[in-house]
């Protein structure tokens, strides 16, 4: 199917209902620390206000729980305020996203203008896709538009039920680059095709494994989850973490590859510390084997020379999950040497978001990666097959 988007749409006059992923992280005193959801939304809605629409945009916000004070805590005027100094143009911030008072606010809205509603999750039944929530939201509307890949493997209200009410239904300019990009990467990708896989749990990764190695030509691992593979082979792990129940698992893969002649790569070497803390000290392992006192806590040079080698080799490279705890200087060299390696690469270069977005956008990378996924959960879901709710309600 088809995907449709806001460009193949009549807007002028219309009230346009964009959903938004302005869930974005505050300081104590309530301002946007990184606006880069905010930025990655203005396309689509620069062309709803050129087109002359009423725009009306919508989001969530961290995950407010009913107390009073999260009606302070979680409100969305921070990302209104840093919008409007985007767009260069005042935006409305409605006190509710129902009720009369919203009515009122959309039946003034001039075209143009930019009204964006409050938080949708002040509602329990945004996340419980009420039926009558998202007919009270398709009130509002003429046209739905989804531009929030964020929260696309979502069923909820604004995310998927309205859309049922709504004539008119698109894709916004983010939603469509994401699909585009994501499917290429996994549909029909130039090769050598090469897929970066970290993170902590085999388990979390076990479909998006699967999938990479019915596609991919190389699958290099990194992160925790690495370990696990290694003592499914028998090669000694130290303290590193370990998925004992998912040994069988990894065995599984492991011939799974074999026998797609699919070469899954494994670290031969780790920076090692005697405990997961930024004090411990760096200790580079020269074997696949890690000791006994000493946990693994991010790839070794030998192992990242390796993975650039084949970063290097390859028209398509696609990356989710870090090589080690990144968040701490002497465990993240690796994570940030794949993003280095990524960056210099004239490969298509796609991160599928997450921790690995967060790694690129701390090396300052971001520009030079074809394509940095929105979605941590969507793009995995996405990359594991599975049908994205937000993603179907905009196909024609």
């Known amino acids: 199917m088809a995907l449709k988007t806001i460009d193949a749409l009549e807007l002028a006059g219309k009230r346009v209902f964009i959903r938004v992923d302005f869930n974005v992280p505050l300081d104590p005193q309530g301002r946007v620390t990184d606006d880069a959801r905010i930025r990655a939304a203005l396309p689509t809605i620069r062309h709803a206000i050129q087109a002359k629409a009423k725009v009306i945009l919508a989001s969530h916000l961290g995950r407010p729980k009913g107390k009073p004070e999260d009606r302070t805590k979680l409100t969305l005027e921070p990302a209104a305020v840093r919008l409007s100094e985007l767009l260069s143009q005042d935006v409305i911030l409605a006190d509710d996203c129902v009720g009369d008072g919203v009515k009122k606010l959309v039946r003034d809205l001039k075209d143009g203008h930019v009204l964006l509603l409050e938080n949708l999750r002040f509602h329990p039944e945004e996340e419980k896709n009420d039926e009558a929530f998202a ?25 998927a039920g309205m859309a049922r009410f709504v004539k008119e239904k698109a894709a916004g300019f983010l939603v469509q680059k994401e699909v585009e990009y994501l499917g290429k990467a996994l549909g029909s990708p130039a090769r050598p095709f090469v897929a970066i896989v970290g993170g902590a749990k085999v388990s979390d990764k076990i479909k998006v494994l699967e999938n990479l190695i019915a596609k991919a030509d190389a699958v290099c691992v990194g992160g925790a989850m690495a370990y696990t593979f290694l003592k499914a082979q028998g090669v000694p792990v130290g303290r590193s973490l370990v998925e004992e129940d998912k040994l069988e698992l990894a065995r599984q893969i492991l011939e799974r590859a074999e026998a797609r002649k699919v070469d899954l790569l494994l670290p031969v070497d780790h920076v090692c510390g005697a405990e997961p803390k930024e004090t411990a000290e760096r200790v580079v392992v020269n074997d696949r084997a890690i000791p006994d006192g000493l946990m693994g806590l991010d790839i070794g040079p030998k192992t990242l020379d390796r993975y650039r080698q084949r970063i290097a080799g390859a028209k398509t490279v696609f990356w989710n999950g870090p090589m080690g705890l990144f968040e701490q200087k002497p465990w993240s060299e690796g994570t940030f040497g794949i993003a280095r390696a990524m960056a210099a690469s004239p490969a298509v270069t796609v991160v599928g978001g997450g921790d690995s977005a967060a790694a690129v956008e701390q090396a300052g990378l971001v520009d030079k990666m074809k394509h940095v996924s929105t979605g941590g959960g969507a793009s995995l879901e996405f990359i594991e097959g599975r049908e994205l709710p937000g993603v179907k309600a905009c196909e024609e």
């Open 135 to 159: 007919r009270e939201l398709a009130s509002l509307a003429d046209v739905w538009v989804n531009d929030a890949f964020g929260t696309a493997h979502r069923a909820h209200a604004s995310t």
